[in-house]
């Protein structure tokens, strides 16, 4: 299989930065998989599961927050998310109690902003919960 460039970098470190066969992402519209040659794109980007299959076909599993990719013409990919960490990385119960502070917080009344800022930790908070237990033996 064929090569791309890819660099994945969250707000705290770089994830991945080589040559990778493919990346797989969580798309608003559902999962996506980008293999070398793809078409120059941006997509966004939301919580969840990032697998990457680098030259030696080894996976790189990461659990990332939101973001966006970009696909360029030069064979280079880019993805940029706020948060990225590796499932074993994932305390389950600090994840567990953002995910119950997030559900009281939509309980509450509040404005329209702090509403879609509760719905995203919460997202967050259950992607990091999902891939934990997922890789967690």
Known sequence: MENFDLKVIAANKIFFDGDAV???LPAIDGQIEILAHHEPYI?????????VKDSDMENHVGVCGR???KIGMDNHVELIVDTLEKPEEIDIRRAQEAFDRAKEQLRQKQSQ?????SKAAMA??????????KYKR
Do not use: K
């Open 124 to 133: 967050r908070a259950m992607s990091r919960i999902r891939e934990a237990h």
């Open 43 to 51: 997509i966004a980007v939301d919580p969840g599961e990032v697998v």
């Open 113 to 117: 902003q702090q509403y879609f800022q």
């Open 67 to 69: 973001g966006f990719a």
């Open 22 to 24: 493919s990346l797989v």
